[in-house]
Structures are given as C-alpha cells and as structure tokens.
C-alpha cells in the first residue's frame, strides 16, 4: 500500500508565493510519477503539473512559468513551488503519485489566494 501526503497551502496574496510538498511512502518497487492537480469550488479536478524520474517537468498553460515542479527520488518526494500567485489559483491541491500502474492520491491540502 501507498501513502500520499501534502503539506504546505495556506493563504496566500495575489503576486505572492505559496509552496506544496508532497511525500509518498509504503511500498514503492519503483521510483513512481508524481504530478499535482487542483479542484476549485464548483469545478472539476483539474492537471497542474507533472514530473518524470528525471526531473522532466509539464505544466498546465493556467500555471506555465508560474509554478514550478521539482521532486526528490531519494525520499520520494515533489515539491510544488506557487509564484505570482492569483485569485483563479484557489483550489485545494492533491499530489498524484502513480506506482506501478496504480494512482494514489493525498487528501488535499487548501491554498486561498485572497487580498
């Protein structure tokens, strides 16, 4: 079985800076995909961003050259760095984690951007 846990949200201001981690523990074979989504009041969970063993990162056109996604193999960890932060970023942010073919998410941890 595979754990997920997220940490980090809060609030935040527009322009400001927030950041996520997300650490993965259990029984892990093998180095899995991590990647992060989001769900805001009234809409579907969305894709924010994802990035392979390598360190290779995607993003979404809503976060691209805002947010920055990096992880660490060793501890099985990825980190979500939110910049220039805006109101449309509120939402609750869940860490994917895919280990051998199975996904397995975090219970999500709140960020509000407000003034």
């Known amino acids: 079985q595979v754990q997920v846990m997220e940490s980090g949200g809060g609030l935040g201001q527009p322009g400001g800076s927030l950041s996520l981690s997300c650490a993965a523990s259990g029984t892990i074979p093998s180095i899995p995909a991590m990647g992060w989504y989001r769900q805001a009041p009234g809409k579907p969970r969305e894709w924010v961003a994802a990035?392979?063993?390598?360190?290779?990162?995607i993003y979404s056109d809503d976060v691209k050259g805002r947010f920055i996604i990096s992880r660490d193999n060793a501890k099985n960890m990825a980190l979500l760095q939110m910049n220039s932060l805006t109101l449309e970023d509120t939402a609750v942010y869940y860490c994917n984690v895919i280990v051998s073919s199975r996904e397995y998410w975090g219970q999500g941890t709140q960020v509000t951007v407000s003034s």
């Open positions: 990035v392979s063993v390598g360190g290779a990162s």
